[in-house]
């Protein structure tokens, strides 16, 4: 295989411990559509769209605290669904 691109040293430290061109091409394209990113034009290389969806990864800012809630609220969901016996 070919070696996987090294990300921008601009990016945040924690950000470039994510190897975006280990996903595949298809998983790439799908990101790219459900985040509405600009069309590269047709048929991009995957080394195109791996540095569309680092950049707009790098871009997105996170509420930690929404997202924790968010996670332990589906948790608690998750855990009541099997103690009545659901799935």
Request: charged share 25%; net charge positive; proline share 11%.
């Amino acid at each position: 295989g070919r070696a996987p691109c090294a990300p921008p040293p601009t990016l945040p430290p924690h950000l470039q411990r994510i190897n975006f061109s280990r996903l595949e091409t298809a998983a790439l394209k799908r990101y790219r559509r459900f985040y509405k990113l600009p069309d590269p034009g047709p048929n991009p290389s995957k080394e195109a769209l791996t540095a569309a969806v680092r950049a707009h990864f790098a871009s997105v800012t996170v509420d930690e605290t929404k997202v924790i809630t968010m996670f332990v609220a589906a948790a608690r969901r998750a855990a009541s669904s099997v103690e009545a016996g659901g799935e």
